[in-house]
């Protein structure tokens, strides 16, 4: 096994042990199952069983449900009859945090049971506290008497259990010997994993959730080797992004950190928080496995030539591929942004506005967002009015040699023509196209091609691939430059030939998400291709989902980021409406990250790495925090967002909003 997967150069599922949850087997091989967690009471049984009725109807595999107390956790019996007398047998599983009483409750009702290790036993007080060897085993026996009851329950009723890491909510003991960090997570999980398997407990399924997606990679891929190393075998993996947010911004998180892992045969159940309905999540849960459905896989591995072998890798941070600068591209710069707009018959002013340029014809002058692309690839079009100074234009090389003007435009060639020093280039960049293992690689001289990068300054790849393979193939490019110390800035092209702008939009995220978070990449052009001649591009759409994939990946930040928790039968207040209140003026607050969650007893730590948090501590009241620090307690509802806006102002956090776009 090379470290956390099983190929890196082709797609193979990680072998697991198999859970059984009610008659739903997970892992070894089983289909990918898809599952959500309800947001009602979970004492009203009625809205509880009817939203859990829509929820598997849009496709549930699994139906969560929290269980606060020992009363949910009772209620869970009314709940499941009702649902079996409507004729639904979904598993259902109970979610724990604090309660062991409320878990020991619902192991004996519900298929399974998901706890959180960091507070499992443990109450959280964000304390730092230094532990000898000694005073950390009494804590682990402490944890062994406490959890192992709950085990013997799941023994003796058959049920599976989640050990659920959050990367926010680790317990002040684990934060205190290994910090806020992937390893942190993993050791959390697996000293409830080593008292499980003392007793002979093995129906058991983790997760190593984190709201920031390159963490959440990071652990997971952690996990493996630990369970690895110290086990033998590995458990089925639940995956998921916690806190993602609503809408766009929430489904490219999820589908980056999910897909990532996917992408390397990782992950045997998923489950995509949004801050909506519960059953808006099973749409985007099916797009991204349907990728990887077994028809799809075999032709994933089958048509192409092979990927070029790779016998170790250890990805385990971002800036893995140091670059030099050709122009804005690469070095210290940001990932630039592409507008693809080779196939649209002319290019007007006005079509700027959907790539961020808005232009003034009063002033004369251009307004530029800070979602604004870089460039646009405008293939064999010819730009006749002037460009705003941010935007320069890549064109196909034939095309570029007839320009009499070619101060902002650049030529896009081919290996062929790149290797031919009969023809003029540009002295500034030249963008080079590589398809990386496809079935026309290599059809030239490689080592010559790699050397004569290596020594041409003025090149910029742009990496793509037609092996279905993708993400392995544009990585194992991006690793091949590195074993050759080739340092040309690398942009990776993706190209969807999805039916739906839903199912293009998880294309593009896992297919160059997945490198950005690795560290590959210094730029992206998305573009799609609808096989409905009738359906156009949209442009503002795609140029939106390329900087919400390079926010999100955390490579480029260009909007406030909103960490909001999905809500549940916890939630105080309408956290849709609060989180669409808040966004609503604090949307222009570039970099800021702010945290909307339903409610104290989880909201603060799970919030993580937040700048501020807004966060439902009692009906009708808010509490407003700085970082992990509470600053203004049980604020009334009606004037939380007001109150917000002065902590963000007290702290020089605040930007008026007719200020915050840049001209
Ligand atoms: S933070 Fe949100 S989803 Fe998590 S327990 Fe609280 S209300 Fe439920």
Request: overall charge negative.
């Amino acid at each position: 096994m090379e470290l956390y997967a099983e190929s890196l150069t082709e797609y193979k599922r990680l072998k697991t042990l198999e859970v059984k949850v009610g008659d739903l087997l997970i892992g070894n091989y089983h289909p990918i199952r898809i599952q959500t967690m309800t947001t009602t009471d979970t004492m009203n049984t009625i809205a509880t069983v009817e939203q859990s009725i829509r929820c598997i109807e849009a496709g549930a595999e699994l139906v969560r449900i929290t269980a606060p107390s020992k009363k949910e956790a009772e209620n869970l019996l009314n709940i499941k009859n009702e649902l079996h007398k409507r004729g639904y047998k979904t598993p259902l599983v109970a979610d724990i945090h604090f309660t062991p009483n409320a878990a020991e409750i619902a192991a004996r009702i519900v298929e399974k049971v998901r706890v959180n290790p960091g507070n499992y036993v443990d109450k959280k007080r964000f304390e730092l506290i230094e532990y000898s060897d000694a005073d950390y085993q009494e804590e682990i026996e402490r944890i062994r008497n406490r959890f192992t009851p709950l085990v013997k329950i799941c023994k003796e009723y058959g049920t599976a259990m989640r050990i659920g890491t959050n990367h926010g909510s680790l317990s002040d003991r684990i934060m205190s010997r290994y910090g806020d960090t992937p390893i942190g997570m993993v050791e959390s999980a697996m000293e409830f994993l080593r008292i499980a398997e003392s007793e002979n407990y093995y129906n058991i399924v983790l997760s190593m959730k984190s709201s920031n997606p390159q963490v959440m990679v990071q652990a997971y891929r952690l996990l493996i080797e630990n369970m690895q190393g110290e086990l033998g075998h590995c458990y089925p993996l639940h995956l998921g992004v916690t806190e993602a947010g609503d809408g766009e911004d929430g489904r490219i998180k999820s589908a980056i950190g999910i897909g990532t892992l996917l992408e390397d045969g990782i992950g045997d159940t998923i489950r995509v928080s949004l801050t909506e309905d519960s059953e808006f999540e099973l749409p985007v849960c099916e797009n991204i496995v349907k990728r990887y459905e077994p028809s799809k896989v075999k032709n994933k591995n089958s048509s192409v030539p092979p990927i070029k072998n790779l016998s170790k890798l250890n990805i385990t941070g971002r800036d893995i591929r140091k670059t030099f600068a050709v122009q804005n591209a690469g070095g210290k710069n940001v990932p630039v942004v592409v507008s693809d707009f080779h196939k649209k018959t002319e290019i007007l002013r006005e079509d700027l506005k959907d790539i961020g340029y808005k232009y003034n014809p009063v002033t004369d002058k251009w307004n530029i967002s800070d979602m604004a692309a870089d460039y646009i690839f405008c293939g064999e079009n010819k730009i006749d009015f002037a460009l705003p100074g941010t935007l320069e234009l890549i064109c196909n090389y034939d095309s570029w040699k007839t320009l009499s003007d070619k101060s902002k435009c650049f030529p896009l060639l081919d290996e062929q023509k790149y290797l031919d020093d009969s023809l003029d280039k540009s002295s500034s960049i030249n963008f080079l196209r590589l398809d990386c293992y496809s079935k026309n690689y290599p059809a030239f001289d490689q080592e010559k091609f790699f050397e004569k990068i290596k020594n041409d300054n003025t090149v910029v790849l742009c990496l793509s691939s037609e092996n279905t393979n993708a993400v392995q193939s544009i990585r194992r490019m991006f690793l091949e430059l590195m074993e050759r110390e080739i340092k040309n800035p690398g942009i990776i092209i993706c190209d969807s030939e999805k039916e739906t702008s839903a199912e293009s939009l998880i294309h593009f995220a896992i297919e160059t998400g997945a490198l950005l978070i690795d560290g590959f990449g210094n730029g992206i052009c998305l573009s799609d291709h609808y096989s409905d001649k009738n359906k156009i591009s949209d442009y503002e759409l795609v140029n939106s989902i390329a900087f919400g994939i390079l926010q999100a990946s955390r490579t480029r930040i260009s909007k406030t980021e909103f960490i909001s928790c999905p809500s549940c039968g916890r939630t105080l207040f309408d956290l849709q409406e609060t989180t669409a209140k808040v966004r609503a003026v604090t949307h222009h607050l570039k970099g800021l990250k702010i945290a909307i969650m339903g409610c104290i007893v989880n909201g603060p730590g799970e919030m993580a790495d937040a700048d501020f948090g807004y966060v439902g501590s009692g009906p009708g009241k808010i509490t407003l925090y700085k970082g992990k620090e509470v600053v203004k307690r049980n604020v009334p509802e009606g004037i939380a967002v007001e109150e917000l806006i002065s902590l963000l102002k007290e702290n020089n956090a605040w930007i008026e909003p007719e200020f915050a776009l840049s001209v």
